[in-house]
């Protein structure tokens, strides 16, 4: 069902990154449900993790680990080991001593990423039993077969990539995630894996991954459910022939920053597009606020409203149901007669009532697209915020409801 | 598919306060969709009404005019009379003056209530066409009808009824309450209306209701949207052969608080158990909180996760979907080795993880259930909230992508 999400685009390889995949059969025998990835000697890695504070025992694990020298990412799905305290971080760190072991590295080297069902013991034997056949299948072309691998309720995979040129060196941003519900990721999505070929300090890299996530996978939502298992790696292999890369670098920073916030947004929305159940991708533009913090309470109120989410599914201009949402956002001091709501070209509101000039055929012809822009000007000053999300069907129900069984 | 809500009970009737009702035909022709209800003169009034921005225009005049002598509440369903600006207040008054006009009263002696779809101009020749009608039906036993009168998506009509006696006299209290979807109330519901016949003050009465209200109609949502109607109101007629209560009246005010207390909670919980596709009755407690706001955003989180709603829905024991909502409320510091959570009377997480000795079938069965609590125990003070909810299911993305049509 997913929304303007077609086949996987073109994912260059990015030098000095491989990936492999192996099936321990997590939870369906047979099934690709482990990945892992290999950053050449000399990378550097930034990550932004789950602000969840029931976060999982893997989260925990990268978050400290990042720190290091990283040399391998080691991913299942079927499996979050979330909510399984202290013997979580335990075989969480197993699986990934197993994988240090077999690859010749030191074990804080391996960062682990899971996710899946919450609150289940980790299956350690079956991933460690798989690690070997991950491990012989590494390759810098295998971004595509790591995007399906990745999958959980994803119907399709999801990758981006870019490419730019620089005194004749091309260099490479290529970025794979996965999610489609508990998405309202804080500081990250689900899972997302980006990697460029170019030479880049640590901190330089985590400020641009903070600052691409930051107007990507921190502003779409799907349920408002924030994962326990969030995370986004950005990975730089150096191995393009250029210089180090800082803020200092002029049209090369930009260009990498425009490339790395490039992929981050396709992936992101690629998430939306592909959300549970979903029918619609919805953007809510928010303009006109006193503060970012208000125009975000305003979009996300509508973003999760049930009525709104519902009437989207419905194709049902029911614009009485955004007004509601705006005005019980808790903005303070809030005029509701300096406000207008636009869905895609149309001005259903003004001014805090229905536009003279609307009429419901408007309306209707706006929400029977498959991509629709709900726009509230709020009139309070210059701030503006965008977010992304999906409408709420009967499917979205049933997945959740079945998801288990 | 109301949850553990049967017939009306009896509905004792309350001396100086008469309900009539009748059929303007404004969505449906024939349906019963004007109340009017009538104080006798010298009844004192409170209300409580929403706190969305965008509040409907009748609200608008209803909170205005409380404050004054009231003598007749002017109810429709079928349309809201919200998000209609100026055209939308002058239509609410013009109602309010008809049945002035009609009963010989003052026109800001009316209050208007309105309930049903916002945005729509409010049919005021329809309604003024039905007043006589509705004054003519006037009648202290009509609460039973009058609960039927004000219902839109409800299945079952909604109220409760106490009495208790004082110095031989017998006091009473009755309210009915309407709602089923936009059901998160802050500050009062969609649509209270609780009578006494004993003697309060307004002050006093205001206290009564706010008291009353914050604790139950303040602590019900079935999908977090705040209505623009909102309003709840208490009436005293001051029929009851009795000196007016105060604060200071000592068992007959606790007596009295008590029975206000009672039917608001019961009309409210009501108003959950026939939620937009309810099949469950779902009470989170949050216990252990350092403050009481803190209770609410970790218990409100768990109410209005659609990912635990549909659990729900599913009779899945899906904890890990519970602890993830804790995790995200955002409380700050919070230390999840110190959680404990419980289905019914099973602990499924101890100390922030899976406890030891809970198993699949202990959580089975208590989702079986049709009546659910959750508990949470925070482990970082003594304050504690409590707040009831309901499910997710298929009926409820179906009734809401279908209002209109």
Redesign the interface.
Known sequence: MAVGLGPLPTLHPVAGFELGIASAGIKRPGRKDIVVMRCAEGSTVAGVFT?????AAPVILAKQRVQGAVRYLLTNTGN?N???????LVAAARTCARLAELAGVDANAVLPYSTG????PLPVEKIEGALQAALDDLSVDNWAAAAAGIMTTDTLPKGASRQFQHDGVTVTVTGISKGA??I?P?MATMLGYIATDAKVSRDVLQNLLLDGANKSFNRITI??????NDCCMLIATGQAKLPEISETSGPLFAALKQAVFEVCMEVAQAIVRDGEGATKFVTVEVNGGGTHQECLDVGYTVA????IK??L??S?P????I??????AG?VD?D??KIDVFLGEVCI?S????AATYTEEQGAAVMAREEIIIRIELGRGACRETIWTTD???E???I??????
């Open positions: 602000l969840n504070a029931f976060c979050a979330a909510g399984t305290g202290e013997p979580g069902v919450i609150g289940e519900g508990m309202r804080n349920d408002g459910d924030t994962s326990t999760h409203s049930p009525l519902t009437a599914f419905a049902d029911n614009w009485g149901r007004l509601a949402a705006v005005g019980r903005v809030l509701v007669s509101a001014r805090g009532a229905r709420l069907s009967h979205y129900v049933k959740n409801a079945e998801y288990r069984t």
